[in-house]
C-alpha cells in the first residue's frame, strides 16, 4: 500500500504539466504537528511506502524531522521531487533520516528542452547532480519522466540513461490533463501511439535490468502480459487510486490519486485512517463495478483502466471507462 503526501503546494520550478498548480505556498498547509498526526494516521491504516511529493518537498524546512519521524513508524519513506536541490549535504542528511528512495524528474536529455518544460534554466544539470549526490550518499534513487508527444522518443534513451546512473527504476508519467496540464492536452500522447509505446517500453523491460513502470499507463499491465514480459512482482496491477493507494494535498484533503479531483475527506477534520477505512468515495472505488468497456475487458483485475482520465472525460464518473484505450475500442 502507497500514499503520497504533497507536503506544500511551494516550488521552486514552474513546470508545465503540473497538476498542482505550484508555486506559492498555500494558506492552511498541514504543519509539522499536523504532518506527524497524518503520519501516525497513515501507519494505523496498515500503509508501507510513504511518498513525501508537492510542489517539492524539499522546500519544507522540517522535511528531515518529517522523514524522520515516518521511518521511525516503520514507513519506507521515498520522494517525488525535481532533484534540483539535492545538494551533497541534503543527500547525507535525507539518507540518514531514514529516506529510502529519491524520485527525481528528467524528461528530456536535450538539456535545452527539460529547461523549457520545467521552467528554469540549470534545472536539467542541476537534477543530474541531485542522482549523483544521491548515488555520492548512498541513496537510492529512480529517474521520473512525464511522457508527452515532443519527448515519446526519447523514453528508451531515458532508460538507458538511468541505468548508466546508477538509477534503480524508471517511472514514465502519462498526462492526465489537470492543473496547469489542461493546457497542454492537445500533446498527450493519443490513443494507438499510446498503445505502441507501451508496446515498446514493455519490450524494452526485456533488455534492461531495472524495474520500469508506467504511471497513470494502467494498459501496460494489460500489454506486458500479452507480450509475455516479466513485471515487477510489485507491478501486478495498473490503476490502485482508492485500492491501494491515495494522496493527501498540501491543505489535508484526502483524494484518490493526484490527477482525481474527487475528495474522500480532510485529515485536519478527520484522522486518515479513519477517511482510508469509511470515505464513500473509496468505497465506491472498491466494487470496481466499472461501466463501458471496463467493464466487461478480460484484463479488468489486472488493469482497472485510468479512473482519473474515466472521471476527467465522464462528468466526475470515477467508474465510467477508460477510452483511452485502443483494445478497449476494438482498435487492435
Same mark, same amino acid.
Given at each position: ?5 504533497? *507536503?506544500? $503546494? ?17 494558506? $492552511?498547509?498541514?504543519?509539522? @504537528?499536523?504532518?506527524?498526526? +497524518?503520519? @501516525? ?24 524531522? +518529517? ?17 534540483? &536541490?539535492?545538494?551533497? @549535504?541534503?543527500? &547525507?542528511?535525507?539518507? =540518514? ?8 524528474? +528528467? ?6 528542452? =527539460? ?26 534513487? %529512480?529517474? =521520473? ?5 515532443? $519527448? ?45 509505446? &507501451?508496446?515498446?517500453?514493455?519490450? !524494452? ?13 494502467? %494498459? ?40 482525481? *479531483? ?5 485529515? =485536519?477534520?478527520?484522522?486518515? @485512517? ?39 472525460? $465522464? ?7 477508460? !477510452? ?7 482498435? &487492435?
Amino acid at each position: 500500500m502507497i500514499v503520497s503526501w504533497m *507536503t506544500t $503546494n511551494r516550488c521552486n520550478l514552474k513546470c508545465s504539466h503540473c497538476y498542482q498548480d505550484a508555486g506559492d505556498c498555500r494558506e $492552511n498547509e498541514l504543519t509539522t @504537528d499536523e504532518g506527524k498526526r +497524518l503520519i @501516525d494516521g497513515i501507519a494505523r491504516a496498515g500503509f508501507k511506502i510513504m511518498i513525501f511529493s508537492g510542489g517539492e518537498p524539499l522546500m519544507r524546512a522540517d522535511i528531515f524531522e +518529517l522523514v524522520q519521524y515516518a521511518a521511525d513508524k516503520g514507513l519506507r519513506p521515498v520522494f517525488g521531487t525535481n532533484g534540483t &536541490l539535492i545538494d551533497a @549535504d541534503t543527500a &547525507l542528511r535525507l539518507q =540518514h533520516a531514514g529516506a529510502a528512495s529519491m524520485g527525481i524528474s +528528467l524528461d528530456s536529455l536535450d538539456v535545452a528542452r =527539460h529547461d523549457a518544460f520545467r521552467g528554469m534554466a540549470g534545472a536539467w544539470q542541476q537534477a543530474v547532480d541531485g542522482m549523483a549526490n544521491c548515488r555520492a550518499a548512498g541513496l537510492n534513487f %529512480q529517474i =521520473h519522466m512525464t511522457v508527452m508527444d515532443w $519527448n515519446k522518443s526519447e523514453v528508451g534513451d531515458i532508460i538507458d540513461f538511468a541505468v548508466q546512473a546508477g538509477a534503480d527504476a524508471v517511472y514514465l508519467f502519462f498526462l492526465i490533463p489537470v492543473g496547469r496540464g489542461v493546457y497542454i492536452e492537445d500533446t498527450a500522447v493519443e490513443v494507438m501511439e499510446y498503445e505502441e509505446l &507501451l508496446r515498446s517500453i514493455m519490450e !524494452k523491460q526485456r533488455q534492461v535490468s531495472i524495474p520500469i513502470k508506467p504511471t497513470c499507463a494502467p %494498459q501496460f499491465t494489460r500489454v506486458a502480459k500479452q507480450l509475455g514480459v516479466d513485471l515487477d512482482p510489485r507491478f501486478s496491477r495498473g490503476c490502485l487510486a482508492g485500492l491501494t493507494y491515495c494522496i493527501i494535498s498540501p491543505v489535508g484533503q484526502v483524494r484518490p490519486c493526484a490527477y482525481m *479531483t474527487e475528495v474522500a475527506g480532510d485529515v =485536519h477534520q478527520q484522522p486518515f @485512517d479513519e477517511i482510508w477505512r469509511d470515505s464513500e468515495v473509496f468505497a465506491r472505488l472498491r466494487t470496481q463495478a466499472y461501466s463501458g468497456v471496463c467493464g466487461r475487458c478480460g484484463y479488468k483485475d489486472i488493469c482497472g483502466g485510468c479512473r482519473a482520465r474515466a472521471a476527467y472525460y $465522464n462528468d466526475g464518473d470515477v467508474l465510467a471507462e477508460d !477510452k483511452y484505450c485502443a483494445f478497449g475500442r476494438g482498435l &487492435l
